[in-house]
């Protein structure tokens, strides 16, 4: 019986004490090779027969009789990876559009087009897709046009999806700018009670509720969407020197044209201890072509794809902008060159009235589609919050508008009014005493010269890649009767 005690007591603390070396020692598991991306897969210098996984989607499929051929793209890069593998690891599942994973060795092609390729040992679907059914077809190019009733789908095309990394790069960029330059990144508020623009193209946020109360609003006073961070960056242009920032904007403005969105992006500064227009425009001027050189330098596959087959001749009309110095004409100077022109325009240019879209791109023309800078406004044409130049009896100013090839108005800013009296008096005149009451402490404590300046982001890409519609270079586009998504 004691014999019988002890091989049982054995087998019982057999099963705790393999338990207790497994939490103790883990488990060898099957290495799982490294994942890559697409993009350094191709850039792999010298690939030496590493076993890899790569994820993403099928652009191409071509099975021949002794190898399977597959280009998958996982939208790193323009450029599709070629999988090479034995017809055996192919299915019905294996389509134009489908998901996968694929694990094999990275080897140097044999072909002159491609660097490297993928022999696969392993190919799963992970996500089918009807090729019948799936409204992007293999090899066919479609018009931006076409692809803008998918707002879910478009982003699959090789066009956006390019415009979409460029996009990503040039936002990349502008930070990197703005920090390099010693800028205090600040994040503006989308909610307001401000309408900097004074324009009343504004949309109300109120609380979605079936019982509403009469006469309260949820913040106590009418609150907007933002039409611009410039009020809250003069705040804190107070306490920084130098700050920027780069978000949503929103404008109740009722046009289908081809360069206003209801939603963009804009990227504003603001400068203290600023007292001219060129210091400025020196900042505009080198913001956009040091962005733009970065997105030529990181993106240029993709800008290539675009100047030739969505904007042919663009490239040399970018070239001329980077190496050209931006010109400088006052806004009387451009009333007189429009009032001289051979062209019949729609509005008719008069001094006193606003520049037009066809005024605009009139103006670059004549400039020999270099970007211009327009100073100088009629004082009454502009918002209360820019500086009077006191030049009667024209009476302006000190605005900038600089206006590129293509677009138009890119760039919009200012010195902005830091004589107390001088906007009192404005802010009398318009009744706006006690709305802007924080604005004029600003002037009575601790106030100094300054200005700034707004970029619309999309008109921003619409110039470099020649889009002629601003509805392709944003991801999901908001324009009056659209909002979809």
Not at 283 to 297: D, I, P
Not at 313 to 340: R, V
Not at 355 to 372: A, F, M, N, R, S
Request: glycine share 6%; aromatic share 10%; net charge neutral.
């Amino acid at each position: 019986m004691k014999g019988l005690f002890t091989m049982w007591a054995a087998r019982a603390l057999l099963p705790r004490t393999l338990r207790a070396y497994c939490t103790s020692v883990p488990c060898p598991r099957p290495t799982q090779p490294p994942k890559v991306s697409i993009r350094d897969a191709l850039v792999s210098q010298n690939p030496n027969g590493e076993n890899v996984k790569v994820q993403g989607w099928v652009r191409s499929v071509r099975s021949q009789k002794e190898v399977l051929f597959l280009h998958i793209n996982d939208g790193s890069s323009l450029e599709h990876l070629q999988i090479v593998a034995d017809p055996s690891l192919g299915s019905c599942d294996l389509t134009f559009g489908s998901s996968v994973e694929i694990q094999g060795i990275l080897v140097k092609s044999p072909y002159k087009k491609q660097n490297v390729e993928l022999k696969a040992d392993k190919i799963e679907v992970i996500g089918r897709c009807d090729p019948q059914t799936f409204p992007i077809k293999y090899k066919e190019r479609f018009p931006l046009e076409y692809i803008r009733q998918y707002p879910h789908l478009r982003c699959r095309i090789n066009a956006l999806g390019s415009i979409l990394r460029i996009r990503s790069e040039a936002t990349d960029a502008i930070h990197s700018f703005f920090k390099a330059n010693g800028y205090i990144h600040i994040h503006t508020p989308v909610i307001t009670s401000n309408d900097c623009e004074g324009a009343g193209e504004l949309f109300q946020v109120e609380r979605s509720s079936k019982v509403k109360e009469p006469g309260k609003n949820f913040f106590d006073v009418p609150a907007f969407l933002t039409v611009s961070a410039q009020l809250h960056l003069e705040v804190m242009s107070g306490a920084f020197t130098q700050v920027f920032t780069f978000g949503p904007t929103f404008r109740a403005e009722n046009s289908q044209s081809r360069r206003h969105l209801a939603e963009f992006y804009m990227v504003e500064a603001e400068m203290s201890f600023v007292e001219s227009l060129q210091d400025l425009m020196q900042v505009m001027e080198t913001l956009f072509k040091t962005t733009t050189e970065t997105v030529l330098s990181n993106c240029p596959e993709d800008v290539e794809l675009l100047h030739k087959f969505i904007a042919p001749g663009q490239k040399d009309k970018l070239e001329q902008m980077l190496k050209n110095k931006f010109l400088i004409i006052s806004y009387t100077e451009a009333i007189e060159i429009l009032k001289k022109a051979s062209q019949n325009f729609t509005f008719t240019p008069k001094w006193g009235l606003d520049l037009q879209t066809e005024h605009e791109k009139y103006l670059v023309k004549y400039c020999g589609d270099i970007p211009v800078f327009v100073i100088n406004y009629p004082f009454d044409l502009k918002p209360f919050y820019m500086r009077d130049n006191e030049d009667e009896p024209q009476h302006t100013v000190a605005a900038v508008d600089l206006l590129v090839p293509g677009v138009g108005e890119l760039f919009g800013g200012s010195l902005r009014e830091e004589r107390f009296h001088l906007l009192q008096q404005r802010l009398a005149r318009l009744g706006l005493i006690d709305t802007y009451q924080w604005y004029l402490d600003l002037r009575q404590f601790g106030s100094v010269p300054h200005g700034g300046f707004g970029m619309g982001f999309e008109r921003y890409l619409q110039c470099i890649l020649g889009v002629d519609n601003i509805r392709d270079v944003i991801p999901f586009p908001r324009f009056p009767h659209s909002c979809l998504l």
